[in-house]
């Protein structure tokens, strides 16, 4: 089994996006799971606008207080759902321990398998003159779905678990 260090090694996205395409599902497995020091990216709501007090949502926050660090298992294998850049870091989507699609850094990480999904596109959005790239499937290529899935959204997760269905049936 082939493995890419993301966690001490950061690989550039342009590098993971240059993935095998035609096989089915990438797999990273969790290397690290609290004390990362990874700062919590911060994305506007609402696109078109600046962030501020009432037009931000935050993505990868590490627990605090009892319950300490990430929802995720060291050793364990994770299926990645997407990858999404924002000023020079990599977040995999994929479904923590709660079986919730959360966005966590690379850093986290060692990519075990790195197909592609056939059904992966990209998708960028420009965000106070930087770029967002995202690698996913297409119900997530609107910055408002991303937002959704941030945010824990019904309908947005509805669409990822509709999603992942349909990918389950090709595996």
Known sequence: MKYIMCGTKPKTYSLILNLNKGDIIMKVKCIKNRNAGIEPLVLPIRLQEK????????????????????????EREYDVFAILNYENETKFLIQDDSNIPVFHSSKLFVIVDDKKDYEWEDYSFDISNRKLLLKSYPELSEYSEIVGIIGKNPKTITKFLKYKERRNLYN
């Not at 962030?51 to 207080?65: F, V």
Request: some cysteine; aromatic content about 8%; proline content about 0%.
């Open 51 to 74: 962030i501020s007090n009432d037009n931000y949502i935050l993505c990868d926050l590490e627990a605090t207080g009892s319950l300490v660090g990430y929802d995720i298992t060291i």
